[in-house]
């Protein structure tokens, strides 16, 4: 079974404790999560320990 965040952790992520703020701020983190029937937001471990997007490439502008 894969490790979910603690109701504390998930706290401490997003700074929410109601379950539609913690969802739209983990959006905007990019974090994957679910609501569960139980109104809990669910967030597995590994989602925060490797992206699940991955972040866009900067490349350099050159100067004309």
């Known amino acids: 079974m ?3 965040l603690s ?3 998930l706290y401490e992520l997003t700074r929410y404790r109601r379950a539609a703020e913690q969802l739209r701020a983990l959006k905007e983190l990019g974090v994957p999560a679910r609501r569960m ?3 809990t937001v669910r967030v597995l471990r590994m989602h925060l320990v490797v992206p699940a ?3 866009p490439t900067i490349r350099p502008k050159l100067k004309l």
């Open 37 to 39: 029937r139980d109104n």
């Open 53 to 55: 997007v991955p972040s």
């Open 7 to 9: 109701d504390a952790e």
């Open 2 to 4: 894969q490790e979910i």
